[in-house]
């Protein structure tokens, strides 16, 4: 599974065990460690929204009782523990549809940004006393004029 996939499973495990109310010990057994340790990394990185829900979560589970705890197994999927494989089977066997999904997602919130910043050049351009007098109107092959994008890193 992808970091961002298993931050999800995690998220939707915590989410479940904190709807029960005599949970007071969380055991999360996963085969990518690293992905837990997401959730404590302070850094911004890809999929930090789950990982911000996420320690949400733990710190009402922790503010319910201070002697709550959580803990992370690693345990590879080669080791073919029965629990591990079945929870494995099932978590890929399920389909979740996002309400929203596109707003959640990276390329979206960056195109956004860069599709604001456009608009705020197009806006001052248009209102600067200087347009036609230091600047070319770039045409295409049908003498449109040519707009500015963002594509794939490119200008």
């Known amino acids: 599974m992808t970091t961002e996939a298993e931050l999800f499973a995690i998220r939707c495990g915590i989410n479940q065990a904190m709807q029960i109310i005599n949970v007071h010990h969380i055991i ?12 404590f990394n302070l850094s911004i990185y890809l999929y930090q929204i789950q990982s911000t829900i996420i320690s949400r979560e733990l710190r009402e589970l922790f503010y ?3 002697s709550n705890s959580i803990k992370f197994w690693n345990c590879s999927s080669q080791e ?5 494989n079945i ?3 099932e978590t890929k066997n399920f389909n979740l549809t996002p309400i929203f999904p596109y707003k959640f997602l990276w390329n979206f919130n960056k195109k956004n940004k860069y599709n604001a910043i456009l608009n705020n050049w197009k806006m001052i351009f248009q209102a600067s006393d200087t347009k036609g007098k230091q600047f070319l109107d770039l045409l295409d092959d049908n003498l449109q004029a040519l707009t500015s994008l963002y594509s794939k890193g490119g200008l």
């Open 28 to 39: 999360i057994t996963t085969d990518s460690i690293h992905a837990a340790k997401r959730i």
């Open 80 to 84: 073919n523990w029965t629990p591990h």
């Open 87 to 89: 929870v494995n089977k």
């Open 64 to 66: 319910r009782d201070q």
